[in-house]
Structure formats: structure tokens, C-alpha cells
């Protein structure tokens, strides 16, 4: 699932909203089965990431994406969205 938003700091802020109301649901299964291999690349791929949003949100199956970000993270979420391991970006 794709969602834009108007402006850097609302990437951050909409992923972080929607991963709390997953949480508030008990509903972050939906996005990252617990022990799968998905959680397990996710918590692997975390420890390289700099973008503070992203870190916040990336091991729940969740990614932001913004010209602001460093190359790396951009092309990491890119890779992750590719493979099925994030599901909302």
C-alpha cells in the first residue's frame, strides 16, 4: 500500500500514526507475521538505517520514503517494498 502525504515531516508522522492504531488494534500481525522471515530481515536491514522515522517504524512493516532521506535508506525501503517484506510505505 502506497500513501502520499504533503510535505517530509508528515511521512514520518502518517507511518508512525498508522503503526499505532495497528498496535491500539493488536492488528501489526496483519503486516508482519511474528517469527516469520519478513520479521526477521526487517530486524536484520534496522541496524543499517539512519532516518529516525524510519527506524521507528520499519521493523512493524512499515516505511517512509522522501527525497530528505540519505540514498541508502531510500534505496533499502525501495528493495523491502520490492520484496513483500514492507507493506505500507
Do not use: C, P, W
Amino acid at each position: 500500500m502506497l500513501i502520499f502525504v504533503h510535505s517530509r515531516a508528515e511521512t514520518g508522522n502518517t507511518a508512525k500514526a498508522l503503526r499505532d492504531i495497528a498496535m491500539e488494534r493488536d492488528e501489526l500481525s496483519y503486516f508482519v507475521l511474528e517469527g516469520g522471515a519478513t520479521q526477521e530481515i526487517l530486524r536484520e536491514e534496522l541496524v543499517t538505517v539512519k532516518n529516525a522515522d524510519l527506524k521507528e517504524v520499519l521493523q512493524y512493516g512499515f516505511a517512509t520514503h522522501h527525497a530528505g532521506m540519505g540514498r541508502s535508506d531510500r534505496e533499502l525501503v525501495e528493495d523491502l517494498f520490492a520484496a513483500g517484506h514492507v507493506s505500507v510505505l
